[in-house]
């Protein structure tokens, strides 16, 4: 059996603070400011858990799918945007 890459503490904290707080069915402005801190510190962290595996985590925590597809595609795409790699703001000329 495969173990599935875990959050920190720190992570789990945050993820916890975030799923305990928001409106599962439907988030709210304040929740989205828990959820982007939450992805903020994992960002932070590190963290090896991706947008599927977050997916998991979410309904695992009681969102309904609905809700937790488009936060798990959110987080993939805030994380692809906060690892940018080096260089990625220049304009190659030629």
């Known amino acids: 059996m495969v173990s599935k890459p875990k959050l920190s503490p720190k992570c789990q ?25 939450f992805m903020a510190v994992c960002h932070a962290q590190r963290s090896e ?9 979410l309904v695992d925590a009681g969102f309904p799918q609905g809700s937790a597809h488009p936060l798990s595609m959110f987080y993939k795409q805030g994380w ?5 790699p080096e260089g990625y703001d220049q304009i190659p000329t030629g």
Do not use: C, M
């Not at 799923?19 to 828990?34: H, I």
């Not at 692809?80 to 940018?84: A, C, D, E, K, P």
């Open 13 to 37: 904290l945050f993820f916890d603070r975030f799923a305990n707080r928001v409106n599962k069915q439907s988030p709210k402005p304040a929740d989205w400011e828990l959820f982007y801190d």
């Open 49 to 57: 858990v991706d947008g599927t595996e977050l997916y998991h985590i």
């Open 80 to 84: 692809s945007l906060l690892n940018r």
